[in-house]
């Protein structure tokens, strides 16, 4: 099955069964992790076991590595799935409406498809490598800021240590921290944001695959702080900093953030 369409159709099954429990305190009960390295709540363990459960029946990819239960095998002949079910937990427990599903296809290494669904108000971001990024379908491209003192960015840094930022979000117009990367990375893409910057090392690649296809592919720059590549490994406990912006402001973020 097309991976779009398969995205749809498990995207469906999360808000069936994710949605009743929004903004509830059942929601927000903890449950007995999969794996060792989350804390899980209710309602990321029931959007889990929806995807869990649409990919095992469509067999859609051979290896799964997904925020709650780390990395499982689905069966499928090739191609392994980076999935967080509910990015922006806090959010969608806490009546704040910026949450989503997030789902990034590879092969050999390379994240080639990727699908974020704000889960809040329906808006489906899509990328194919080498084939653009689409909103709802429609082509998007970033931004054409080219000046910081213009812009608008999400930027965080360390809990306790937030002068790795500071600098830079002095110099921003306007400072935004919306509390789910996958989408935020999306905006990037879709020219809301100008720059997604994230210094606390905490994103890991069930966070980022997919935003990060759709930003590059609609025309954006993502790399590691200094300006170089950046690669996740393929797993949960190992988090990574990351610069994403709209390309002509990229450079001028890595020097403030020197
Ligand atoms: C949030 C997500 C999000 C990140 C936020 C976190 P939550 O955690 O990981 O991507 O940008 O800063 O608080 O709300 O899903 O527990
Ligand atoms: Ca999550």
């Excluded at 090739?78 to 704040?96: C, E, K, M, Q, S």
Aim: proline share 3%; with cysteine; glycine share 10%.
């Amino acid at each position: 099955m097309e991976f779009e369409a398969a995205c749809r159709e498990i995207a469906a099954a999360v808000e069936e069964v994710a949605l009743p429990l929004v903004n509830t305190l059942e929601g927000a009960e903890l449950v007995e992790p999969r794996s060792v390295h989350s804390e899980t709540k209710l309602l990321d363990q029931v959007a889990e076991e929806a995807v869990i459960e649409c990919l095992k029946s469509r067999q859609l990819c051979r290896t799964l590595v997904s925020e709650e239960c780390g990395r499982i095998e689905i069966g499928g002949e090739r191609g392994t799935i980076f999935l967080d079910p509910i990015d922006g937990t806090f959010n969608a427990l806490n009546g704040i409406p910026f949450y989503a599903l997030s789902i990034a296809y590879a092969e050999e290494g390379r994240v080639i498809r990727g699908f974020v669904r704000d889960l809040a108000n329906g808006e489906t971001f899509f990328a194919e490598r080498g084939k653009g990024a689409f909103l709802d379908g429609v082509p998007i491209r970033t931004s054409i800021t080219h000046q910081l003192d213009q812009s608008a960015m999400s930027i965080y840094g360390r809990k306790f240590d937030p002068g790795n930022v500071m600098a830079l979000g002095r110099t921003v117009r306007r400072w935004r921290l919306l509390g789910a990367s996958a989408l935020e990375l999306c905006y990037v893409g879709a020219g809301r944001l100008d720059g997604f910057i994230d210094l606390r090392g905490t994103l890991r690649v069930t966070d980022a695959a997919a935003g990060m296809l759709v930003c590059t592919e609609a025309g954006g720059v993502v790399s590691d702080r200094n300006g170089f590549d950046l690669t996740f490994p393929e797993e949960v406990r190992i988090g990574r900093c990351l610069v994403a912006t709209n390309g002509p402001l990229h450079r001028k973020v890595i020097e403030y953030l020197r």
